[in-house]
Nanobody, 127 residues
C-alpha cells in the first residue's frame, strides 16, 4: 500500500504564493504518475495539474495556467504544487493523488484515473 500526506496549505492574501507538498510513503514514487485536484464546498472535485512519472510532461487546468507549477522530486518521494498570483476563487481543499502506471510518459487528468489519495490541505485566499 501507499500513503500520501499533503502539507503547505494555509491562509494567504490575494496575489500571494504557496507551495504545497505531497510526501509519498514508498521509495517507488517514480512508478506513479501524480496529480493535484481541488474541491470547494458545494462544488465538484476538479483537476488542477498533472505530471508524468519522470516529471517532464505536465497538464494544467485553464484556470491555473501561468500561475501554478507542478513538479516532483523522485529521490525525495515528494510532489509539489507551486501556486502564485492566488485569487479568491483558488480557495479549496487541495489533494494529491497517484496512479501506478507502466507508462513513463503519460499523465492522467481525470478523477476516475486515480485510486490513491491524500487527505488534502486547505488553501484559503482572502480578498
Amino acid at each position: 500500500q501507499v500513503e500520501l500526506v499533503e502539507s503547505g496549505g494555509g491562509l494567504v492574501q490575494v496575489g500571494g504564493s504557496l507551495r504545497l507538498s505531497c510526501v509519498v510513503s514508498r521509495r517507488s514514487f517514480e512508478s506513479y504518475a501524480m496529480a493535484w485536484f481541488r474541491q470547494a464546498p458545494g462544488k465538484a472535485r476538479e483537476i488542477v495539474a498533472a505530471i508524468n512519472r519522470r516529471g517532464q510532461n505536465t497538464y494544467y487546468a485553464d484556470s491555473v495556467k501561468g500561475r501554478f507549477t507542478i513538479s516532483r522530486d523522485n529521490d525525495k518521494n515528494t510532489g509539489y504544487l507551486q501556486m502564485s498570483s492566488l485569487k479568491p476563487e483558488d480557495t479549496a481543499l487541495y489533494s494529491c493523488a497517484v496512479k501506478n502506471t507502466f507508462s513513463t510518459q503519460q499523465f492522467y487528468r481525470n478523477v476516475y484515473d486515480y485510486s490513491t489519495w491524500g487527505q488534502g490541505t486547505q488553501v484559503t485566499v482572502s480578498s
